[in-house]
């Protein structure tokens, strides 16, 4: 098993830039695939980015690339997420996942593991 602790949220202007982190322990973090989740009031969870095991593979949402960027650091157990150019409709509580698999979908049933989520609100 592994336990995920998102942090970094916080409330900043449109056009600015916010970096989360996930801190995972537990397991191998290694061992996993991880992905970056979102959920707005009144929506359903969305996928947002993906990296694979060493972090030579990535997959964004349509409405994040070229603005966000997933990355992961192995040795200190830890995904990022970082986010630039942000805009109102990026305002959601962020969650980061775990999986073993890198290739596949992304919907939230198949991952394995959640952190408790950290909000991001974007102000216009």
């Known amino acids: 098993q592994v336990q995920l602790v998102e942090s970094g949220g916080g409330l900043v202007q449109a056009g600015g830039s916010l970096r989360l982190s996930c801190l995972a322990s537990?397991?191998?973090?290694?061992?996993?695939?991880m992905g970056w989740f979102r959920q707005a009031p009144g929506k359903e969870r969305e996928f947002v980015a993906a990296i694979s095991w060493g972090g030579g593979s990535t997959s964004y949402a349509d409405s994040v690339k070229g603005r966000f960027t997933i990355s992961r650091d192995n040795g200190k157990n830890t995904v990022y997420l970082q986010m630039n150019s942000l805009k109102p409709e990026d305002t959601a509580v962020y969650y980061c996942?775990?999986?073993?698999?890198?290739?596949?979908?992304?919907?939230?049933?198949?991952?394995?593991?959640w952190g408790q989520g950290t909000q991001v609100t974007v102000s216009s």
């Open positions: 537990g397991d191998t973090f290694s061992n996993y695939a």
């Open positions: 996942a775990a999986r073993t698999s890198y290739n596949g979908r992304y919907y939230p049933g198949s991952f394995d593991y």
